[in-house]
Structure formats: C-alpha cells, structure tokens
C-alpha cells in the first residue's frame, strides 16, 4: 500500500475532480515513478511516497511531466547551489531571516478554491545587511516543507499576496535578470506546486514601471489572475478577513505567531534540511547533454504560467 496521508473530504474529492487523482491508480503510478528513478545514473532522488504523490499531483498525473519536474527538482540543487546548500535551520543568518517572517504560508487555506495563500514581504528586510540569496533560501526551504506536510497546497496549489511595503531600490538592484532567470526556472520548472492567483498590496511610486516589465513574463491565462489592490478594502473583496492576519484586516491572529509556528517548523525538520542536501543530480553521469547553469539560462525567459 502507498505510504500517503489521506485526504480531507473536500480534497478528496477536489483531486478527483481536477486532477484526476485514482485512488485504485496511485500505487501503480508510484511504482512507475520509482522505477524511472532507479534507472536515472545521474539522480540521487528521494522515493518516499509522500514526496513522490506531491509531483503527480502537481502536474495532474502525467507521468511524462512528473518525471521531468523531478529531474529539474534535482537538477537544479546541482546548477543552483547557492539556493540548496548549507540549509541549517539553526544557522544564525538564515534564523534570522526566518524571524522576519517574508515568506509566510498563512495558516487557513482560501475558502474558494482551497490553495494555500503564502504571504510575501517583499520589502521587509535591510538589503544593506541581508541577501537576496538568502531570503529565497529560506523562501524554498519553507516550500521543500510544503511539498511534504501541505495537501491543500499539492492539491489545490498556492495563491501568492506579496507586500510591497518597504521596498526599495536597495531591494531591486538585487534582483539581477540572472537572478530572476534562476527563480524562474526553480519555481516554474521544478516545483510542483500550481499557481492560482497572485495579489500586489502597498505598491510604492514607481511600481507601475516595473510592473509592466513584470507583465511581460506572464501567460495570458496568468495575466487574468493578477491583481493590484490600492486598499485592504479593495484585497478584501478578493481574499477574506477571516484568512488574513490582523496586519491586514484580518482575524487570522498576529503576523508574529505565524512567523513563530514556522520558525518552530524549520527547527523540528533541521535533521531533513541536513540530510537532504546529499540528493541531487550528477551531471557527469547523465546521458545526453549535461544541464549546468549555463544550459538553464540559455533562450529567453519563459512566461510564467497559472494553472
């Protein structure tokens, strides 16, 4: 029998109807997947069940797209270390970073459509004294997390609210179009969580510039999806009080007991984040052309796509 939690009612029946998720299906779907792995030289990949249903379930069980977010998920601990080493929990800077809560999974999921809603502060953190390097660490490292622990977010994907307040020039020139490219092909490529929507509030003077090159990125489908609120007022008519923290209106209790509960987290899993820095890919030992860094920022960048 396949080692998965089982679903809540809702999500049952939301993996069903959406994903097309087959109860009677999955161990031979698992089983299709660990077979692939094994024979892969280059991967040293995990194979646990829980692990393994997140990447058929983020990409609708196709077998063909499952495999291939896989050997990007891996990939890309090879072509991008500065993201996937030294995870350390406890490691002084990245606690700190964790401390300021800017990437933050909030704790009840959106009514509508049951994805889970991460809260991004973009803006929150001194660029004069913390790296950009660091806080998408943390930021993946929360993820990593999410793939394991969170079904609401395998099942039905992740609404995304980012804070622009505080955001400066200092935050932006950190942000290099080699950088973005990275992101880009870390989330979109080997992550396989769906993306539902996507909500701008506190834009500061400026953002429309930057916004229109953002734009650009987007598919059509995304395009839709994205909103820019000038008001709590106005994100409340999108995702209600009862989901947010009282920072925004809401009643989902305090920004800092959030950002406290996901400290404590990351602390409980720091065996995992130690552990898994040994799986990844092995270029030398991959048949057919190598995938290093160079070969994911090659070609233009992709448009960034919603489920």
């Not at 994907?157 to 804070?163: A, E, H, N, R, W």
């Not at 973005?180 to 953002?207: C, D, V, W």
């Not at 406290?260 to 987290?265: E, G, R």
Request: proline residues 5%.
């Amino acid at each position: 029998m396949a080692q998965v939690r089982e679903l809540s009612p809702e999500l049952g029946v939301q993996a069903q109807e959406e994903l097309g998720e087959v109860s009677v299906r999955m161990e031979e779907d698992l089983q299709t997947l660990k077979e692939w792995i094994r024979k892969q030289n280059h991967l040293t990949a995990r194979m646990d069940d829980q692990f393994l249903i997140a990447f058929l379930r983020g990409c609708k069980y196709s077998l063909q797209r499952a495999k291939d977010k896989i050997d990007m998920y891996y990939t890309i601990r090879t072509a991008i270390p500065e993201f996937f080493i030294d995870r350390d929990p406890q490691n002084k800077k990245l606690l700190e970073v964790l401390r300021l809560g800017l990437s933050l999974p909030l704790p009840i999921p959106n009514e509508e459509n049951g994805s889970r809603i991460l809260l991004v502060k973009q803006g929150a953190y001194d660029p004069a004294k913390i790296s950009v390097v660091d806080v998408l660490k943390v930021s993946y490292m929360i993820t990593d997390y999410m793939i394991w622990e969170d079904d609401n977010c395998t099942v039905a994907g992740q609404t995304i609210l980012v804070d622009l307040q505080g955001l400066s020039f200092g935050h932006l020139t950190q942000v290099t179009p080699t950088l973005l490219k990275k992101m880009t092909s870390s989330i979109q490529e080997a992550y396989p969580i769906r993306q539902k929507g996507m909500h701008f509030i506190n834009p500061m003077p400026g953002f429309e510039s930057l916004f229109k090159i953002f734009h650009g990125f987007l598919s059509e489908k995304m395009k839709k999806r994205i909103f820019v609120h000038g008001s709590l007022e106005d994100l409340h008519k999108y995702i209600p009080k009862s989901l947010l923290p009282a920072e925004y209106g809401g009643n989902a209790g305090p920004v800092q007991q959030i950002i406290d509960d996901w400290t404590d987290k990351l602390l409980a899993r720091r065996d995992w984040y130690l552990d898994d820095v040994k799986y990844k890919s092995d270029e030398k030992k991959r048949i057919g052309k190598a995938k290093n860094s160079d070969i994911l920022m090659q070609g233009s960048f992709r448009s960034l796509d919603f489920d």
